[in-house]
């Protein structure tokens, strides 16, 4: 007996039009109306923005090239001959928290003795005194919608400040795909507090080296969901073929395929024979100078050895290297 597993689905608290529910998905984006409709309460999510697409199709294909001209071993015909083939604009989720946070504290602090004499001496008088004072700060917490998945997004810095209310109509008119966060609410708001306490215990610890107390107020004054957008670009160069991720709102490549051109892989693969060779080299001298044996000598060689196939040879047989910021 064979058990079809329906897909499952959720009911927009908007415009009630019926979506499917990805997986791990702890918000849903409607595709419709684009509300954003959180499974945890039931409830929609007001506070939804986004980012604008402003660099796009012919755009891309100036940027990439323009980026990777910096990199050695690009062949220096590659941006006439690159052919790009396939543009995905993916709309990746963040949460965003902007929090004031006030702390008081006290604890203990260390000086120098001001006996100290004015004549150089070896040993300094390290003395402590109580220590009180407050922190005032506004900070803004950009936490990404998954946890393991799309690392290379992770730690972008965001421009927050242009962000503009979710507008599902200005991503289908870009081909774009919404991405719906792993990360829920609560989970997000947790992590967040959590970086601005420790931002204000590393501050502390500049004034003094010891904690007896503390009194936190950490008081969340914005907060949103937000999509940004970002260009997963295919591109060929003769029989190779390549891949670049670049933020589409700021154009801004964050990383990028790129063939090794024939003269670089040439010297790739001498630099290669040249340190084997030299390598040899010193295993014999080692033998002869400390009258080590030759099996010991063959277990340090096979290690090094096989260190210079997987980083030096990796690159000359693949044709193929990553440059990213």
Same mark, same amino acid.
């Given at each position: 007996?064979?058990?079809?597993?329906?897909?499952?689905k959720i009911t927009c608290g908007y415009c009630q039009a019926e979506n499917n529910i990805p997986p791990f998905a702890s918000v849903v984006t409607c595709e419709f109306c684009g509300t954003?409709?959180? *499974? &945890?309460?039931?409830?929609?999510?007001?506070?939804?923005?986004?980012? !604008?697409?402003?660099?796009?199709?012919?755009?891309?294909?100036e940027l990439v090239p323009q980026y990777l001209s910096k990199f050695v071993g690009v062949p220096?015909?590659?941006?006439?001959?690159? $052919?790009?083939?396939?543009? %995905?604009l993916r709309m990746m989720p963040f949460w965003m928290f902007k929090f004031n946070g006030h702390t008081d504290y006290q604890g203990i602090g260390k000086y120098v003795s001001p006996n100290q004499g004015s004549h150089w001496s070896r040993n300094i008088n390290i003395l402590t005194r109580p220590e009180r004072g407050s922190i005032d700060l506004d900070q803004t917490c950009l936490i990404?919608?998954?946890?393991? &998945?799309?690392?290379?997004?992770?730690? %972008?810095?965001?421009?927050?400040?242009?962000?503009?209310?979710?507008?599902? !109509?200005?991503? !289908?008119?870009? +081909?774009?795909?919404?991405?719906?966060?792993?990360?829920?609410?609560?989970?997000?708001?947790?992590?967040? %507090?959590a970086q601005v306490k420790n931002r204000h215990n590393?501050?502390?610890?500049?004034?003094?080296?010891?904690?007896?107390?503390?009194?936190?107020?950490?008081?969340?004054?914005?907060?949103?969901?937000?999509? $940004?957008?970002?260009?997963?670009?295919?591109?060929n160069y003769g029989n190779w073929e390549g891949e670049a991720l670049v933020d589409a709102a700021r154009g801004k490549v964050l990383r990028a395929e790129y063939p090794i051109s024939r003269t670089h892989?040439? /010297? +790739?693969?001498?630099?290669?024979?040249?340190? *084997?060779?030299?390598?040899?080299l010193a295993v014999i001298f080692i033998i002869?100078?400390?009258? *080590?044996? /030759? %099996?010991?000598?063959?277990? $340090?060689a096979a290690v090094v050895f096989g260190g210079l196939l997987i980083f030096g040879l990796k690159e000359t047989f693949?044709?193929?290297? $990553?440059?990213?910021?």
């Open positions: 007996m064979t058990v079809e597993r329906q897909s499952k954003a409709n959180e *499974l &945890q309460t039931g409830k929609t999510f007001q506070n939804h923005h986004m980012l !604008n697409v402003y660099f796009s199709g012919s755009e891309l294909t220096s015909d590659f941006a006439d001959k690159a $052919v790009f083939k396939d543009f %995905e990404f919608g998954y946890k393991e &998945q799309h690392k290379e997004i992770r730690d %972008e810095k965001i421009p927050v400040g242009s962000k503009e209310a979710f507008d599902i !109509n200005s991503v !289908n008119k870009e +081909g774009g795909q919404i991405y719906d966060t792993e990360i829920g609410y609560n989970e997000a708001y947790a992590i967040a %507090e590393q501050l502390i610890f500049r004034e003094i080296s010891k904690i007896k107390g503390i009194k936190q107020d950490i008081d969340m004054k914005e907060v949103s969901y937000l999509h $940004v957008p970002f260009y997963r670009v295919k591109y892989r040439f /010297w +790739g693969m001498m630099s290669v024979i040249i340190g *084997l060779a030299l390598i040899a002869d100078t400390f009258s *080590l044996q /030759w %099996e010991i000598a063959g277990y $340090v693949t044709k193929k290297k $990553v440059a990213a910021e």
